[in-house]
Each structure stands twice: as C-alpha cells, then as structure tokens.
C-alpha cells in the first residue's frame, strides 16, 4: 500500500513510448529530451583528466567544490547584477531536479501550494506532489501561434496557501519564454503573497529568434525572493554528468543546502570538475548548439505548416495538438509510432486543463536531414 504522499504521482509516459519504439532505427526518437550535439570539449578533457584523482573522489566539501560554486556564483552575478557569495549563497546538486526538490523542501510545508503553468515538465509537478504540497496550475495560452501565460489566470491562482511559484523560461515541454511583462506579474504576485520563486534556469540559454533574456532576479521586487536552479544538462549537452547548483540568498539557501546534503550529498568530483570546465570556457559551443537547434525547429515548423503545431520560442521541443486533429493525446502518440515510426510523448500528466491535449515532439536529438521526413510521416498517421 502506497503513503499517502504518491496518490496523484503519475508516471512521466515517456518510458512506455521509449519501449514500444525499440531500436528499430527509421523511428524518429522525439519522445525523450536527449540531444546527439556533443558536450564542450573542455569539458570532456577536464573530467578525463579528473577521474582517477584523489581529491575528485570525495564526499568533500559536502556543497560542492570550490571551483566550481565560485564558477556558479559569478555566472549568477553577470546575469543578475546581485553580487553572490559563492561559500554561503551556493550549493552544487546531483542535477537539476535534485536541487528542485531541495528547494521545495526548503520552502513549502505539507498542503501549502506552488503555482506551476499548464503545461509543465512532469519531473516538476511530481515533485511538488512527493513533498506533501499542492500544485496550482496557470493555463498557457496560445496567442498569434505561440504560447503566452495568462498572467490574469496567474493572479487569480496565488491563495493564502501560496508558498512558492515554480517557473521556467522556457518552459518545458512548451517553449515559452516569459517576457518581461510576464515576469513582471510574477513579480507582482510574489511581492503580494510574500511567496518564494524557484527558478528553473535548465534551458535558461536556449532561445531562438534573438528573444530577449531577462533572469527574473534583476527586477527588484524578485532579487531576494528569487531561488535559481540550475544545470549543465541541456545548455552544455551534459546530461550524463548530473551536475547542477541552486543559488539563493543565504537565509534560504542555509536550508536548501541542508537539503541537498541529506538527500543526495554531491554528484562526483570529477563531475563537477568538468562542469566547472564548461562555464568558465569562453568556447563552449552554445551559440553554435542553439542555433542548430534552432534550424531544427525551423525545420519541424516547416513540415508541420498548417498543423496545428504551437511555435516554441525556445528549449528543445514543440506541441502538436491531438484535440484539434480530432484524437486524444495516447491515440495520436500510437498513430505516430505505428504508421508513422515516430515516437512521441502525450502530455496526458503533464497538466490538467492544457497539456492533456498535447503530444510532444523532441527536435534536439533528430538532425534536419531526418526532421524531414515528419510531413510524410505525420500525414500517415492522421489518416490511418
């Protein structure tokens, strides 16, 4: 019998997809958010060079090594105008999600609520459950074919249970990037509620067509409310070393680290050596990655040119809408696999009015030479 903790935990649906796709492979594989763009390679030579070393072999210093909480906190600094204190402002995680739930632990009690958008990544809504506390879920909209949050749904959702905002930009598996007038009301409401934001830096760089990127902790009313969470997995196609950092002024970050360290302690020293590596290197492909992906986006749009697929204005995947082609999100997910050898996820537990309608297709791990085939593939399944 299961506690009572995981009575609305669902399973992400990706693992189900991923098994009935196989190995066979003309499947298109746009059901997992993988990427075939290799990590920095300063990244890759420094962690080589660390394995086997004494002192990247070690529990020690339980918040993460120096280098690279230091490598952190200036990275946060740049990008917020806020001065950081590496040694009391930092700590490293075993990845992203691990210091998300670090971070709800930290900030919200059993039966307080978080406000997330609909859609949002799984990983994130089932965390908010597995700490005891409720996830509020604010509508996206779909305003001149691209997604938008309803800032009005978004005031209407913070209560006096209200403990934490849990936001991305962009947002997974959406894309939308928050404007500023966006985050500007989520300003509003967390200055109103004296509620925290966890910000969900993870694909924080991955912006396409020139989009503006504003870190929500520059406007004064979030700068010491604000608890960035972030990772090395998508911007440096490290998803392999499970390395992340959360960062937070310290009467906060005091707790989370304690967190961090009860749950997970730290990913290994070589690990973080290597992260370390990628952020301080002036070279670590990211504009060129982006704007790869960003031609893999293009080419997904273009195939799928009066469909009723939703342009994301960043991350690594687009939203094909199962209800306006007449199927359920699992009907549409099993003819695309069938009938066209494309596997993708149903966003069935991904949100609760929007996302059920959505299937997600993943462009980052698929090159343009075989994103274009989706028009003929698509077609295939919808008129099976």
């Known amino acids: 019998m299961s506690v009572a903790r995981f009575a609305g935990v669902e399973p992400f649906g990706i693992e189900a997809v991923a098994a009935a796709a196989g190995v066979d492979p003309d499947v298109l594989r746009m059901e997992n958010l993988d990427t075939d763009i290799a990590p920095p390679r300063a990244a890759v030579v420094a962690t080589r060079e660390a394995v086997g070393l004494d002192d990247a072999n070690s529990y020690l210093p339980f ?223 990211v504009a060129e990655a982006v704007a790869e992906w960003q031609r893999r986006r293009d080419t997904l749009l273009a195939q799928l040119a009066g469909l009723p697929v939703v342009a994301p204005d960043g991350g690594w995947s687009a939203l094909l809408d199962a209800q306006a082609c007449g199927l359920t999100a699992p009907e549409l997910s099993r003819r695309l696999l069938d009938h066209g050898r494309i596997a993708a996820t149903p966003m069935t537990t991904w949100g609760e009015r929007v996302a059920p309608r959505y299937v997600r297709l993943v462009f980052s791990n698929e090159p343009v030479s075989r994103l274009e085939s989706l028009r003929e593939r698509v077609t295939a399944a919808l008129s099976a």
């Open 63 to 285: 918040t993460g090594l120096t280098v690279l909480r230091e490598a952190v906190g200036r990275r946060l600094t740049e990008q917020t105008g806020r001065a950081y204190d590496s040694a009391a402002e930092v700590v490293i995680s075993s990845g992203g999600l691990a210091g998300i739930l670090s971070a709800l632990l930290a900030t919200v009690d059993a039966g307080d609520e978080v406000v997330v958008a609909d859609p949002t990544y799984a990983g994130l809504l089932q965390r908010i459950r597995l700490v005891g506390a409720v996830p509020r879920q604010v509508p996206s909209v779909v305003v001149d074919g691209r997604w938008r949050l309803d800032t009005d749904e978004l005031a209407r959702a913070v209560g006096p249970r209200t403990r934490a905002l849990l936001l991305m930009s962009p947002t997974m598996p959406s894309g939308l990037v928050l404007t500023e007038d966006e985050w500007r009301s989520v300003a509003q409401v967390c200055e109103r509620s004296g509620a925290w934001l966890i910000y969900d830096a993870a694909m924080e760089k991955i912006r396409y067509d020139d989009r503006p990127y504003l870190h929500p902790a520059r406007l004064p009313e979030l700068t010491e409310r604000t608890i960035t969470v972030g990772s090395a997995a998508k911007e440096f196609r490290m998803i392999g070393w499970r390395v992340g950092w959360v960062v937070a002024p310290r009467a906060i970050l005091a707790d989370i680290a304690q967190a961090v360290i009860y749950n997970t302690v730290v990913p290994s020293g070589f690990a973080q050596l290597g992260v370390a590596a990628a952020l301080t290197d002036p070279d670590a492909g």
